[in-house]
């Protein structure tokens, strides 16, 4: 295999960066930051940030609600993507079939919704938990557009195994 990830038959026979990215050693790394992330998330919704939020004034407390929702999908839709992208890469889903599931995982680049003084007033734990799915989300999304344009580029039309002699004859018959 070359530097530039061909192998000896060919354009046909290379093998895609993204490719190799989404069934590496990273792509592990990401699956396991992006779980744990949501373990994390549940984990101080459920218990410190229930709390946290109950001190809060009203429209902070409406900001915290409003975030922590949005949070919440994030990271539930960033988890389904992970899980689909591993059962292919595991050999559980094909390609096609992971494509057809793609539908229901909706990867939507999102920013914090609230304003910058409410923001202020949030915990800052949940903040950076906030912030934290927005960078992972971020990741997932430019992963996934690079894996579909890869799987959207229309393959290369298959050669002719005698159209190099059939060009040789054509040319030396003049086209007739």
């Known amino acids: 295999m070359s530097a530039q990830g061909q192998a000896v038959g060919g354009e046909q026979d290379a093998v895609s960066f993204v490719q190799r990215h989404a069934n590496s050693e990273a792509f592990k790394s990401l699956f396991r930051e992006g779980m744990t992330l949501v373990e994390e998330a549940a984990a101080y919704l459920d218990g410190p940030?229930?709390?946290?939020?109950?001190t809060l004034r009203r429209p902070a407390?409406?900001?915290?609600?409003?975030?922590s929702m949005r949070m919440t999908t994030r990271l539930m839709q960033i988890a389904s993507w992970l899980l689909l992208r591993r059962a292919v890469n595991e050999g559980e889903l094909t390609p096609q079939q992971a494509q057809s599931e793609r539908h229901r995982v909706r990867l939507t680049r999102q920013d914090l919704s609230c304003d910058p003084a409410l923001l202020a007033e949030l915990p800052s734990p949940f903040v950076d938990l906030a912030e934290r799915s927005l960078r992972l989300q971020a990741r997932v999304i430019h992963l996934d557009r690079s894996l579909n344009e890869r799987?959207?580029?229309p393959e290369a039309p298959a050669t002719h195994p005698l159209a190099a002699q059939l060009a040789r004859v054509e040319a030396a018959f003049g086209g007739a």
């Not at 940030?49 to 109950?54: I, L, W």
């Open 49 to 54: 940030g229930r709390t946290a939020s109950k």
């Open 61 to 67: 407390a409406l900001a915290y609600a409003t975030e």
């Open 151 to 153: 799987a959207a580029a």
